[in-house]
């Protein structure tokens, strides 16, 4: 399974763009990147998952860049409630056995 | 449509009892997947069953362990509780393909004094 490193922790300003920004050097052809969000006392919840190039939805973006070593996950205009720990994954076969590394805390500020 | 339900929510035992875990995974998801998160050591993945059959394993002792039955509900168990077993039970479900997400629970906060 592909080791991600991502930092530690980030701090923001409320209104601002984000971006975290994940190594996954030993990316597998049938891996794919997703991210997850999780706040204190609650299980992780989905955000955005992508193979290549650039996936957008309603609450971020993910850039892969062509050779899939990394990606960077992009939340525009944060909030408070954005303040959460950022997971990036990298696994083939969904819930066979979703490795989690250590995230990165992200800290919001007004 | 319903989410992923853990019970209990918040649990307290001793060293040396035992405890159960229930997780009800999301109508027509077959896999379900328990993760052990700690401050110290994160999510950890400890296995995952696929109708009825333990389909993956992580680095756990033979302490815990867990079952699924026919309706997918899922229930892991720890034997011989240890202070170190305090954490907070995540459990995830999925359709169980490749490459599909993973949807949790609210977890089950273990403490063991």
């Known amino acids: 399974l592909a080791k991600t490193t991502q930092p530690i922790s980030m701090d923001s300003y409320e209104g601002q763009e984000v971006n975290i920004t994940c190594s996954h050097n030993?990316?597998?052809?049938?891996?794919?990147i997703t991210w997850y969000q999780q706040f204190p006392s609650q299980g992780p919840r989905f955000i955005i998952q992508?193979?290549?190039t650039k996936v957008t939805n309603e609450v971020a973006s993910l850039f892969i860049p062509a050779d899939r070593k990394s990606s960077t996950l992009s939340l525009p205009r944060v909030s408070l409630s954005d303040t959460a720990v950022y997971y990036c994954?990298?696994?083939?076969?969904?819930?066979?056995?979703?490795?989690f590394g250590a995230g990165t805390r992200l800290f919001v500020k007004a | 449509k319903a989410g992923v339900t853990q019970t209990p929510r918040y649990l307290i035992k001793t060293r040396g009892q035992q405890v159960t875990l229930s997780c009800s995974p999301i109508?027509?998801?077959?896999?379900v997947s328990w993760y052990q998160q700690t401050p110290g050591q994160g999510l950890q993945f400890l296995f995952e069953?696929?109708?009825?059959?333990?389909?993956n394993k992580g680095n756990f002792p033979g302490r815990f362990s867990g079952r699924q039955f026919s309706n997918s509900r899922s229930e892991m168990n720890v034997s011989t509780l240890e202070l170190g077993d305090s954490a907070l039970y995540l459990c995830?479900?999925?359709?169980?393909?490749?490459?599909?997400?993973?949807?949790f629970g609210s977890g089950t906060q273990l403490s063991v004094l």
């Open positions: 109508s027509g998801h077959r896999s």
């Open positions: 069953y696929f109708s009825e059959t333990q389909r």
């Open positions: 030993n990316i597998a052809t049938n891996d794919y």
């Open positions: 994954l990298v696994a083939t076969g969904g819930g066979f056995k979703t490795i």
């Open positions: 992508g193979y290549k």
């Open positions: 995830a479900s999925s359709i169980g393909q490749q490459n599909e997400k993973l949807f």
